[in-house]
């Protein structure tokens, strides 16, 4: 973006700050912090298909400069050795567009703001943060990560190809591995906030993997728990990522009053259990027929 306008100095401040080493999880955990303080979810795109830089846009929001580089220069400085990052707003009496570069000096960090006519902004309006990473193949990581990030519970969920190209930092945390790999500001994400996490589509992928390749997966476990505790969030959408899933897969269900009866693809039928030691099973059952008997 710089390259869109003629750029003069109009500021430049100093902070004392400790370095550290820029981690994927410390990278969650500034955006996380720093849409949480501006009250607006990113949007998250790329410069090119195969440009190296991702940009997080903040729509509908303000703050003063000052503000802004007191409580996340230091922050956005620790990043630039690995994501180099560069923050642009509005001024919005001038219109003119505002730009800050982040560095750091071992003890030292620095934040640069530019300005079309080289008088500091007392004001910004509706951020966007462009993030540099070091190839186009870390930076398709790093969109689909961010792309994929709950804001609200500070975790994402992506493809273990994603965590790998990261540098394996992703899933970690957890004592056994799923389908997905989980990211999380927090050191050990709880299974019912990984299960939100989930996208509808992954959602749709994990009951096809079940299904399909009769893959059992630790996420199994964490849906029949939940179930069990009555503390399964948007169950009516992992039914409809059932439903998605039988679709895909040519299933196909005859039920009445007194029978029901699941064929998959080829006309086969399939037979599963509550009584089942695979949590996959009792989870498919408890999404099939939610009613116990007393509740009948």
Partial sequence: ????????????????????????????????????????????????????????LFRDCACTGEDLCQMFGSALADLSPRWKADLYGTEPCSQETVWYRFAREEAQCWVRESTLSGRQAETIQSLCLCLTCGSSHEAEAVQQLLRAMDWKRGLAAVEWKCGDSLGGESGRELPEPGLYCYESIFECPEAEACLAALSLEQKVRLWMAFLAEDRECVEFQWLYDA??????????????????????????????????????????????????????????????????????
């Fill in 1 to 56: 973006m710089k390259e869109l306008h003629v750029y003069q100095p109009a500021n430049c401040i100093q902070l004392d700050s400790p370095a550290v080493n820029p981690t994927v999880r410390m990278l969650l955990t500034v955006l996380y912090e720093l849409q949480h303080w501006l009250k607006a979810a990113p949007i998250v795109s790329r410069d090119t298909e195969n440009g190296n830089t991702v940009c997080l």
């Fill in 227 to 296: 179930i069990a505790r009555r503390i399964l969030e948007n169950r009516i959408e992992w039914e409809l990522s059932l439903y998605e899933a039988m679709k895909r897969l040519g299933y196909s269900i005859q039920a009445d009053q007194r029978r029901f009866m699941l064929c998959d693809g080829q006309g086969r039928r399939r037979y599963f259990g509550a009584d089942s030691v695979r949590n996959s099973e009792r989870a498919l059952m408890k999404i099939l027929f939610p009613l116990n008997l007393q509740d009948l």
